[in-house]
């Protein structure tokens, strides 16, 4: 869906959002072209994994069991980007 989504696409069984996406293998979901400046959600993603590119920022990041981690442990401007271990899984700290 889009102006000129999936224009010569080659693959099989893929999706196609936004100006000019193209696939680049089969069974994928593109989110946007090369113009696309960000995607954006009010919900949750659920993802097996997540491979990035680029710079990465958030607020919040939970990784395991939908927890907080203990304030404690990402306490100061130093813990900024530290992963510990709680007894409900990894987190990363990130500072507000």
Excluded: F, H, W
């Amino acid at each position: 869906m889009g102006y000129r989504a999936g224009y010569q696409n080659l693959y099989s069984n893929v999706v196609l959002l936004g100006r000019d996406t193209k696939a680049d293998k089969n069974y994928q979901v593109v989110l946007g072209g090369p113009g696309t400046v960000e995607v954006t959600t009010t919900g949750v993603i659920l993802a097996a994994g997540i491979s990035t590119t680029g710079t990465v920022s958030a607020t919040d990041i939970k990784l395991a069991r939908n927890a907080t981690p203990p304030a404690a442990k990402c306490a100061s401007a130093a813990d900024e980007g530290r992963t510990i271990m709680t007894a409900d899984g990894p987190y990363v700290c990130l500072m507000r």
